[in-house]
């Protein structure tokens, strides 16, 4: 490959490395006719597109939210102080690329390089606070939805009655932390159960049934997901194929769930809890115990909030996640020019900078327009 | 790949000194890694068409299971060789239902996102519109270059998930859910039909209909690139006196297909990332509330809407209809101004047309959905708009067709693939007509009619136009022209045996043939008891598959020109069609830069036989055609 090793040093000189013999105008000043310069009219028609595909994701949310049957759409889930904080510094930093923009345009580089720097560590705490605390929580809440036939039964959890004469829609989940589980583990391979406890520091609480079913504190639901998941061999005479008439299947059965209370379970009747509140509530004493019978879905209707636990998080991941994604691709942009290529920039073509600055700020305020839907869609409503 | 891109033209000419910048460039920079958008556009053709044929050999397997239902393979020990790598899909070279789902899918997938897109929207836009309007590149070429590698990323993805356990996608290209979301689910067992056995799991992600979903991430995200290049550079990069109503009609065409593109897509993005995360992450998105599949409850949280899929789909996938078809009535244009020697008859209002058209693509997509049950209401209102776009398609139409008349015509071989173009894009368009009806469409859903009114539409409609636009600009972009004989030969083939495979199946349609059986229709009476035309439904499937693979043997003489020509064609001028059009100004092949002086723009695009002038052509940067200017005076230069 002749030539390769030639560009390879070349590269570090883009400006003037790559039309030797062509140069394509409009890139820093405006076309008189249109007024635009090129990377303007670019982003614009790439922002157009980015509401297209935000458009769709929010039109699925709308879409699920209408579809949703009464009573399975969460409210006040989320953390609204946080929530408020994050939109905070999102508009914060908005505010800062423009002045770190405006600096620039008054050749005022210290203060460009001190305003990026805002909005840079702005976009990090966001993200971070969205990665580190936010996200984190969620997969160690644990929530289970009870058959509307046997609700009854968790009537003091659900506070149906008291709902319905309100006119309200009924509550059919119960939220909380994850204490206990009842396991039976007759089918299960023991060897690879023991492993599974020792490993991940679970405790045996209590042992019935000749030990067949025990008792074991939990530390998070994904300790269930991997109790359930611990393989056994089951036979089944009635397999019309000889050679799956006997398969590893899951061989530990989950009886029941003992959890924390949500306040919201707790006190279900409480006024306190008809609306949503701006501080979120605590986690009550109060624990409850949940038979697998009684949940929904073959008994399939339990998880940590992941997204698969329900629409309501299915969308909340998906467009809180492609949202965090576009704030890292900003903050990369961001952190790019701050580089000393960015700098050799300035000093050749101040205003060229400038234009690139201008460019991902209009993506910056984009995506923290985005953010303006996603908090009251999420948080609020 | 083989455009011999000398840049002696630019060094000599120019006269510039760059000192050690001055260097030809390398094998991979030059091709591979190039953001020149002459090289990007021959990428884009090279890879599209061979992508193209792939799609094609795909249905040519489905034909011969057609035509010849759970029969071996016997064709030159082709069943064999297919038994040997797919053994799963192919046992002993009889295809399995899987197989043939497999088949059909990445049929639709690589013919539409992987064949006629690439060739028709990116390669010739790539290398035809900046040289048209007189542009030196398009504004961004790393951009450009982006886009081609998203789209290659995307293409190898498509081909990997033939080969992973459990085969390629198979539900469909339209991917509708649930079905897309149970097949294949993650974890699901292979079972190697012969031996009964379990013989593999499918992986979380490298499971076909997984890795059909993030090759149309790649997809998407490669003609976002595109189209944002494609605008800016329309709008920025015309040349001083290129205005709006002198742009020539492809330009235009390429423009509305960008803005379709650009706007369209999106939203399947994000419903592929919700599909995605069904298949991954378990979500239920598409997912209804209590979902038995085989018997067995479906694990997840239920509460979606499989409904949405659709309206997310086909909000993309209609306007990718136009997205299709535009560019090649925009080649057909071009070409057709050029060998009628006269103007395109009412260019304005094609234009006009073409505007109105990709609006109101917008607002047709839920005619594909009649069957849904979405409700009297939403389908009417479907149907309304749905009629009211045939208005602009047919102004189109309608304007070519006039074109012709009292025009010199010469028949040169990309002229006869547009003449061809109109009838058969014609036939197409006036079978779509009955289908925008409910009560219609409710009988023809589904059916070989439905599958002969679009293919009437992208085959002979866009892929002539894109034979006609590859030997038009051929001599432009290699400096020879292509052989006359065999691209005769070629397209004589090609239209007869293109109808013996489309016709036929309106018939079947209207017999009620589903367009997704398996067995060509064998075990239902309809198909084989009932006679038309002298043929049951069956015995047509064998008309139609002899035409599909003698179409294909019908190929081998373009395949065969195409790489010949380029060393051993007849030496072209600069401009041997007598084209009116800026890039015809160019040196052939255009050198990095493209033009030796920016042109300026005098006159309209389609300036043949001017009464008075001194040739019957009067190209654009001409200033002088020897007669008072008249209909456009030239405006001030646009100063950079």
Redesign the interface.
Known sequence: ????R??SIRRWNPP????????????I?A????G????K??IW??L???V??????F??YV??RL???PG?WPHGLLNVPVGSMNTAILILSSVTVVMAWASLKMRQFTRYQIYMAITIICGIIFLAVKLAYEWPQKFVHFGAYIKPAVAEKYEDYLGNKHLIEKGLEPRYEITGHLHEIEINRADADPAELDTLIKARGLEVVKTEDEGKVLTLKVHSPSDAVALRDVLGVISNPDEP?P??RTRKAHGVKIEAFELALDEINANPTSPENERPRFIPRSLSEKTATIHMEDID??G??WSSF??????Y???Y??ITG?HGLHVLAGVLVFCYYMLPVSTRLYRQNPEHLANRVEVAGLFWHFVDLVWIFVFPIFYLL | MATPTT?TH??GE?G?D?GD?????????KYVFS?DHKVIGIQYGVTGLIFLFFGFCLMMLMRFQLAYPGEELHFLGLGRLLAYFFPTEMPKGIMTPDFYNSLGAMHGTIMVFLGIVPVAFAAFGNYVVPLQIG???M????INMASYQAFFVGGVTMLISFFVPGGAAKSGWTSYSPLANVADHPGADVIDPAT???VSHVHMIFNGQTLWILGMVFLITSS?LG???F??TI???RAPGMTWMRLPFFVWAQLVTSVLL??????????S??QL?DRV?????FLP??LYVGGH?W???????PL?WQ??FW?LAHPEVYVLILPGIGIIAEVVANNTRKPLWGYKAMVMAILVLGFLSFIVWAHHMYLTGMGAKVSAFFQTTTIIISIPSVILLTALMISLWGGSIRFTVPMLFATAFMPEFGIGGLTGIPLAFNAVDLYLHDTYYIIAHFHYIVAPGTIFAIFAGVYYWYPKATGRMMNDTLGRIHFFFSIIFINGIFMPMFIQGMMGMHRRWYDGGLSYPVTSGRVVLGYSGTEWNHVISWSAWLLGVAQLPFIFNFFWSIRHGKKASINPWDSTTLEWTAPSPP????FDHPPTVYRGPYEYSVPGASSDFTPQAQSDAGIPEKEHPPLEP???
């Open positions: 490959m002749p030539g390769f030639k560009r003037q490395h790559s039309f030797s013999n062509m140069e394509i105008p409009y890139t000043s076309r008189p006719d249109t635009l310069w090129n990377a009219l670019g028609l790439f157009a597109s980015e297209m595909l935000f458009g769709g994701l039109s699925g879409f699920l579809g949703s049957a399975y194929n050679a799956k879905g073959d399939q209707a992941e997204p698969r636990h329900s629409s998080f299915a969308v991941f998906t492609l | 840049s630019a060094h120019h510039h760059h910048h001055h260097h030809e460039l390398g094998f991979w920079q953001t542009a030196p590149d504004t961004f070429p790393k009964n056995l379990v976002l189209s944002v290049n605008i800016t709008i920025q990069l650009l706007l369209a897509f999106p939203p399947l993005e994000a419903a990332v919700m995360m992450a378990g979500t239920s998105f509330t209590g409850l694990g997840n949280s239920g509460g979606g809407s949405l309206h997310l909000f050198p990095h830069g493209n646009a100063t950079a």
